[in-house]
């Protein structure tokens, strides 16, 4: 009940696609859905987040879909750059969870020039 | 504002040490979450601090404590260090405890040979 399953685990779009990645909950408390960007050595970089009293949220080319009756959300990113190429990690949290978020596993996104 | 520092960057460590870790979290933030970040497992919840007491642990052995400080600086420490202890850590600041945004720092890599 606790796992946030994640999906594709690596992805490679043409620049100027739009790349999407999905996120699967099972806890139905879970009400906070973030999403981190990595680069390689460094820490993940807060995104975008989303709680369920939306179903979509945007800022700039990324855009966040949520889905509460599939306890389903995903990331659209827009006109997807070479410089977007990063991994990516969806998480969730509820409020019995303090401050831990539980990360999904991770996306590589690669997108080519 | 500066962000979350962690120190030191890099560690290299022969199995049975010790290893303590440091997170000095942005200003004005109260909440210090540590994170353990492998290939494997991907990113898994250590423990949360909020003023100086410890809100959640997560599913680690004993070995792996940690403290916080009235500065809301912390420290994680990790005792006779494990060949598997090999990871990413990474601290995340956040203003209170719950359903806040938590911002990463960059990291700490600890090699343990």
């Known amino acids: 009940q606790q796992q946030v399953k994640q999906s594709p685990q690596s992805l490679i779009v043409q620049k100027g696609g739009i790349s999407i990645i999905n996120c699967a909950y099972e806890?139905?408390?879970?009400?906070?859905f973030p999403w981190y960007q990595q680069f390689p050595g460094k820490g993940p970089a807060l995104l975008i987040a989303?709680?369920?009293?939306?179903s979509e949220k945007k800022e700039g080319r990324f855009t966040i879909s949520f889905n509460k009756s599939a306890k389903q959300f995903s990331l659209h990113i827009m006109d997807s750059q070479p410089g977007d190429s990063a991994t990516y990690f969806c998480a969730a949290s509820g409020p019995n969870q303090g401050g831990k978020l539980i990360f999904g596993q991770g996306t590589e996104l690669s997108v080519k020039p | 504002k500066a962000g979350v520092t962690q120190t030191p960057r890099y560690l290299i460590k022969t199995r049975g040490q010790q290893v303590t870790l440091s997170c000095s979290p942005i200003?004005?933030?109260?909440?210090v979450s540590w994170y353990q970040q492998t290939p494997g497992q991907g990113l898994q919840f250590l423990f949360e601090?909020?003023?100086?007491?410890?809100?959640n642990k997560g599913n680690f052995p004993g070995r792996f404590s940690g403290r916080q400080f009235s500065n809301s600086r912390s420290e994680m420490n990790v005792s006779t260090l494990e060949l598997g202890d090999s990871a990413l850590y990474l601290c995340a600041s956040s203003a209170t405890t719950g359903l806040t945004e938590a911002f990463f720092g960059q990291g700490t890599r600890l090699t343990v040979v």
């Open positions: 601090y909020f003023s100086e007491t410890q809100r």
């Open positions: 200003s004005g933030h109260r909440s």
């Open positions: 806890n139905t408390a879970f009400d906070y």
């Open positions: 989303i709680r369920p009293d939306v």
